[in-house]
C-alpha cells in the first residue's frame, strides 16, 4: 500500500519556522517529482513548491520564495519543506504529494500528481 505520510506541522509564531517532512511508503518515489500544496479554511488547495526527482529544480509560488525550501532525500525517500518567517497567511494544512510519472520536470499542477498524503497542520499566529 503506498502511504505519503506528513510530519512536523504545528503551532508557531509569526517570524517562526518549521521543517515539515513527507515519508513515502510502500513504494520509492525516487524517480518522480514531488510537491507541497496547502489549503487554508474556506479556499482552494494551491501549490506551494516542487522539487524534481534528482533535486536539481525546484519551484514556489511567489508568496513563499526566500523563505521556504523544499529538499529531499531518495534514500530515505522523504522529502522536506524547510519554512522560515512565517506569517499569519501560512496558515493553513500541508500536503504531500508524488507527481504521475517518472522523470518528469515539477508541476504546479495539482491534477499531475497522483498520490497525496493527508496532511500537517500549520497555524501561526500573529
Known amino acids: 500500500q503506498v502511504q505519503l505520510v506528513e510530519s512536523g506541522g504545528g503551532l508557531v509564531q509569526a517570524g517562526g519556522s518549521l521543517r515539515l517532512s513527507c515519508l513515502a511508503s510502500g513504494r520509492t518515489f525516487s524517480s518522480n517529482a514531488m510537491g507541497w500544496f496547502r489549503q487554508a479554511p474556506g479556499k482552494e488547495r494551491e501549490f506551494v513548491a516542487a522539487?524534481?526527482?534528482?533535486?536539481?529544480?525546484?519551484y514556489y509560488r511567489d508568496s513563499v520564495k526566500g523563505r521556504f525550501t523544499i529538499s529531499r532525500d531518495n534514500a530515505k525517500n522523504t522529502v522536506y519543506l524547510q519554512m522560515n518567517s512565517l506569517k499569519p497567511e501560512d496558515t493553513a494544512v500541508y500536503y504531500c504529494?508524488?507527481?504521475?510519472?517518472?522523470?518528469?520536470?515539477?508541476?504546479?499542477?495539482?491534477?499531475?500528481?497522483?498520490?497525496w498524503g493527508r496532511g500537517t497542520q500549520v497555524t501561526v499566529s500573529s
Open positions: 504529494a508524488a507527481y504521475r510519472s517518472s522523470y518528469s520536470t515539477p508541476s504546479r499542477l495539482e491534477w499531475e500528481y497522483e498520490y
Open positions: 522539487i524534481s526527482w534528482n533535486g536539481a529544480m525546484t
